[in-house]
């Protein structure tokens, strides 16, 4: 496997904090006397871009394709970013005439509150740049592409088919974590000649309301497992047949529950499997915006990682590499097929999630975390399930 990683950050933003003093909750209706402000980089895309920095993905094999606006915001996240990921990481990027947005965090000891401001348009010269750039990607395709987040005004609802058809190749593997333009996407993937290996990362809750599965409990409780298996089967039929052609497996959040992975065997049968999310210090205050980015961010290096061959230079470092083969090697026991690869990658992209819950900057993480939280469980077979009136 050959080249790099393409992300895809259309809606990026300015991320400021608002931290208030330790232990101190957010009441609404209160005055509160912030303890720091804190500037930072925002946009799924982005923050998955930051958390390939900290686990020092080669920055030869990363390129971020966005829209960043002219104004003061954007030059600031430009140069965040730049300082981060390097220039040639770059040149995917397209300035517009649109300010770019704010999102600001109001980080208590309790919770964190999210407040997105809109985004600006995008103007279809801006739009026919990016597929410019996009097109003269070096080798004419990427080795892996992670699609994040929602799309600015302006971009129809084919844009991330129209990506994703003008830089994969039949071995691109592909980390979807955005519900913007998904028929088309999958679409374009199922109908590509030889498209590659594609996950679809999704939460729970998200997951229930694709597939028209009403959850038992509220948002911040765990999902059933029957529930989880209708959500599947629903979300499979619902894009029937596109998204049993096009995707590989489903990677499923759940929050701090464990997290599961159905993964498709051909067009008969999907298996499920639970992978546990390990249990975070109690009485710390936690930052888990961008957390989900991270688990996106570490599921692709992983996978890229782990298929790349020994003959060409490595995304992540050797510590790394052989960190993930080991943990692999450990599943091989039980599985005889790319299962193996796929838990683990997804695995350790959970561990990248919980270790960014430990820094105060989005999606930021320490490799020494995400190594000891990794290594702490493996992936559990729980059930077989037939596609048999899924499809048509």
């Known amino acids: 496997m050959s080249g790099g990683g393409v992300i895809v950050a259309l809606n990026g933003a300015l991320q400021k904090r608002f931290v208030l003093p330790s232990e101190s909750p957010l009441v609404p209706g209160n005055v509160h006397r912030i303890s720091e402000v804190q500037v ?5 895309g982005q923050d998955v871009a930051i958390a390939l920095s900290c686990l020092s993905y080669s ?12 104004g003061n915001e954007g030059d600031l996240v430009h140069e965040m970013l730049e300082d981060r990921v390097g220039q040639e990481a770059m040149t995917m990027t397209v300035r517009t005439e649109s300010k770019l947005r704010t999102c600001t965090s109001v980080v208590a000891s309790d919770t964190t509150t999210e407040l997105i401001e809109p985004s600006g348009a995008i103007k279809a010269d801006e739009m026919k740049e990016l597929l410019s750039k996009i097109e003269k990607l070096e080798g004419n395709s990427a080795a892996a592409i992670c699609i994040m987040g929602s799309m600015p005004p302006g971009c129809d609802d084919s844009t991330y088919a129209n990506i994703y058809s003008r830089c994969a190749n039949p071995n691109t593997l592909c980390v979807i974590d955005s519900v913007a333009g998904l028929e088309p996407l999958i679409k374009a993937i199922a109908e590509k000649d030889k498209q590659g290996p594609t996950i679809f990362k999704v939460n729970a809750s998200e997951l229930c309301k694709l597939a028209g599965v009403k959850k038992s409990n509220n948002e911040v409780d765990g999902i059933q497992q029957d529930e989880l298996v209708a959500a599947v089967s629903g979300f499979l039929k619902k894009y029937e047949p596109h998204a049993i052609e096009a995707l590989s497996a489903i990677a499923i959040t759940d929050g701090k529950h464990p997290a599961h992975m159905a993964i498709m065997k051909g067009k008969e ?5 639970q992978l546990p999310v390990n249990a975070l210090p109690e009485g710390k205050t936690l930052f888990p915006i961008g957390a989900g980015d991270a688990v996106a961010a570490g599921t692709m290096a992983a996978w890229q990682c782990l298929l790349e061959s020994d003959a060409e230079e490595s995304c992540l470092q050797t510590d790394v590499k052989s960190m993930l083969v080991e943990f692999k090697k450990n599943i091989e026991a039980e599985q005889s097929t790319d299962v ?9 992209g959970l561990a990248c999630g919980s270790a960014s819950c430990l820094q105060e900057e989005n999606s ?4 020494t975390d995400v190594q000891s939280l990794f290594q702490k469980g493996k992936p559990a077979f729980l059930s077989s399930h037939s596609l048999q009136g899924v499809v048509a």
């Open 364 to 367: 930021v993480l320490d490799k």
């Open 40 to 44: 930072g980089i925002g946009g799924k």
């Open 269 to 273: 049968s999907f298996g499920l499997y």
């Open 59 to 70: 920055k030869e094999k990363l390129k971020i394709a966005q829209f960043l606006g002219l």
């Open 340 to 348: 193996p690869t796929m838990l683990s990658s997804f695995g350790f």
